[in-house]
């Protein structure tokens, strides 16, 4: 963790950018799994190396916060924000884990579009944090960035509706449509886990403003 773990000049935003950045690694992973048209099983276990670095990342977190005498911001928001970027990766491993559980060896045009809008949404998500380190300097590009992550939510919204709509309307395998139907909601719910880290760094600066 470097510098940002010691209890002297600790760097609390850096703990979202790092946090963030181990999201965005997970969401990588799977879209490489996805890369060759065949879902790569290799590659989605990796996926879980990835989430154990995110929950290992957050423990350690929230033992610097908790002897902490003054944070920047009110520790309860720092808490709830480690804990929703840790949800984004815990829900990438979920997607994992279902593709492996249920043995879905092909990918389509919505599976790699949900995880295309995933992999941007954490991008986006990284750059909020590294903008917020200085966010008295930067409320407009924040603002801007919140504004792009809940869009990337709405298109996630519209993708799901479609998928399922298709998958209901074109689908004549019943057990092909209770694999895809879980995945879809999964998939978009990762999606969903980003706009809510996005939701509470809002919150928090319009409390500093």
């Known amino acids: 963790m470097g510098n940002m773990m010691t209890r002297k000049n600790v760097d609390y935003f850096e703990m979202f950018a790092k946090g963030i950045s181990i999201s965005l690694e997970a ?39 908790d002897v902490a005498f003054i944070t920047p911001i009110d520790r309860t928001d720092l808490v709830e924000i480690l804990k929703g970027i840790e949800n984004i990766t815990d829900s990438i491993d979920a997607v994992a884990n ?44 924040i603002n801007e960035l919140i504004i792009e992550v809940n869009r990337l939510e709405e298109v996630g919204d519209t993708a799901y509706m479609q998928s399922m709509r298709d998958l209901f309307e074109f689908e004549k395998d019943p057990i092909a449509i209770i694999k895809n139907k879980e995945l879809y909601q999964l998939l978009e719910h990762s999606i969903d886990c980003c706009e809510d880290v996005a939701d509470m760094v809002e919150k928090i600066m319009i409390a500093k403003i």
């Open 27 to 65: 969401a990588k992973k799977l879209q490489s799994a996805f890369a060759d048209g065949i879902i790569n099983e290799a590659e989605l276990r990796k996926i879980k190396e990835t989430e154990h670095a995110g929950d290992k990342h957050v423990h350690e977190c929230l033992k610097i916060i």
């Open 98 to 141: 279902h593709i492996y559980m249920m043995h879905i060896t092909q990918w389509n045009e919505y599976l790699c579009q949900f995880v295309d809008l995933t992999v941007t949404s954490c991008e986006r998500l990284y750059d909020l944090m590294i903008a917020l380190k200085q966010f008295k300097k930067n409320p407009k590009l």
